[in-house]
């Protein structure tokens, strides 16, 4: 069973207020129509902000024409993730641009997981099908959104948490580079890895709400792709070990392929290569469970209180962090990141290309259940294999976008949308977003 509506692009609800064809408040109160509708099922909301939606709804339409104008996000309904507040730096932004706040959405314990489920807020289902988690750890936000409920909403992105729930239920998003968003997360930014970033159904929704969190209006303006550009298209597993350690599953593959296609079709280059893969195997899990550890640390949440899977993830955190060398446990990752970049830049540069182009993931997602009652070893391995491209792209610190491209079945026969992802260097936000406008048209 799918569980899905179609609201108005954020873009079209922001200028149908500022025009003065439907009030925020109006459109506010359709949001918790379709919340109260279709949540029941999905479990994407863990609160509503009735209040405080009201509260801006109402600023907003008692706002002048003039001033109410000058809103690019006039009245547009959104949803927040559970790791950040109204006032964090990343939210307060769009809500001074006019945005109405609906909710507060679902998260796995610290955001260590693939899969969205808790025994506080239930398991977080995918709108496509039901029978299939909405990926996490922003699986919560990625719900509300792939299913109609708001046309925006707010998540964050320690290694592909953004991109994961967007690729499995179907939307768009982007994990900018370090310092385009004022991100402010638990543990420091999980020691650097996250940024926070928007989920929409369109490439232009997240570039409206990029430009608005970034403070860059230009990001608004998704333009032509920079000329000289080229992408490098890469298919074979990231994560191996002498082996491909992960299966990429036929789908996948085909909608990169299908991608390239699409870029070559508007007259851009696209060659075949492959991404390097760490070679220290475990430094994708050292910075993941490192991450975990500090925002653990962060939050004061006692081990007592953790998840049996969490706690051994944030335990492992901690003797990686203390063993990392000389004393000081960031020392040997720092030294596995730089050497994994030089490689990545290297084979960009012989290459001679600007752009990743991968799949997003490598399986459908896994089933919606109680992974939070499993061992550490079942919702390590349920993460890893359907999610083996997104982490090199916080590991970097370099921004990533995943679009939707081609289709597949479910195991349930349900047609899931296929996604890629698109990796650039520091500062390619735009171009990022230019090539997924690309894709996401067609090439038309």
């Known amino acids: 069973m799918a569980v899905t509506t179609d ?33 029941p099922s999905l479990h994407a909301f863990t609160s509503l902000l009735r209040a405080d939606g009201r509260a801006a709804g109402a600023a907003v339409d008692a706002a002048s024409p003039a001033d109410r104008a000058a809103l690019p996000l006039a009245g547009v309904s959104l949803a927040v993730k559970s790791t950040v507040t109204l006032d964090n730096p990343v939210v307060a932004p769009l809500l001074a641009a006019g945005a109405v706040p609906v909710g507060i959405t679902a998260a796995p314990q610290l955001c260590a997981w693939g899969m969205t489920d808790s025994d506080a807020h239930g398991i977080t289902r995918n709108p496509r099908d039901l029978a299939l988690s909405a990926g996490g750890s922003s699986g919560g936000s990625a719900a509300a959104v792939a299913s109609g409920m708001v ?35 638990a543990g420091d930014n999980w020691g650097g890895l996250a940024e926070s970033g928007p989920l929409a159904r369109t490439v232009g929704d997240v570039a409206l709400a990029l430009s ?38 036929a789908p996948w593959t085909r909608a990169a392929r299908e991608a390239a296609e699409v870029l070559r079709g508007a007259d851009l280059v696209v060659v075949d290569t492959t991404l390097p893969s760490p070679t220290d195997p475990v430094l994708y899990l050292a910075r993941w469970t490192t991450g975990v550890a500090r925002a653990a640390e962060d939050e004061n949440l006692p081990l007592s209180a953790m998840e049996r899977r969490t706690r051994h993830h944030a335990l492992l955190g901690r003797t990686v962090f203390r063993r990392g060398g000389a004393g000081d446990g960031d020392t040997r990752w720092n030294r596995g990141v730089e050497t994994l970049r030089a490689e990545v830049e290297r084979a960009m540069d012989s290459a001679g290309i600007d752009v990743w182009l991968t799949p997003s993931l490598a399986d459908v997602p896994p089933e919606a259940t109680d992974w939070h009652r499993r061992s550490w070893g ?10 083996p491209f997104t982490p090199l792209a916080n590991v970097l610190g370099w921004p990533a976008v995943s679009v939707p491209c081609g289709t597949t079945h479910t195991p349930l026969g349900r047609v899931l949308p296929t996604s890629v992802q698109l990796v650039g260097r520091p500062g390619s936000e735009a171009t990022l977003l230019a090539l997924a406008a690309v894709i996401e048209s067609g090439g038309r």
């Open 212 to 249: 608005v969190m970034a403070g860059r209006p230009e990001l608004a303006d998704v333009g032509p792709v920079p000329g000289g550009t080229r992408i490098g298209m890469s298919v074979a597993s990231p994560i191996r070990l002498g082996r491909d350690l992960v299966r990429i599953h």
């Open 378 to 387: 079942r919702s390590l391995w349920a993460s890893m294999r359907f999610s």
């Open 7 to 39: 609201p108005l692009s954020a873009a079209e609800t922001a200028e149908a207020v500022r025009t003065g064809a439907v009030g925020a408040l109006a459109t506010l109160d359709a949001a918790f129509d379709r919340v109260g509708d279709l949540d």
């Open 151 to 185: 046309p925006l909403a707010v998540g964050d992105d320690g290694m592909g948490s953004l991109r994961i729930p967007a690729a499995a239920c179907g939307i768009v998003t982007i994990k900018p580079g370090p310092g385009v968003v004022p991100t402010r997360l």
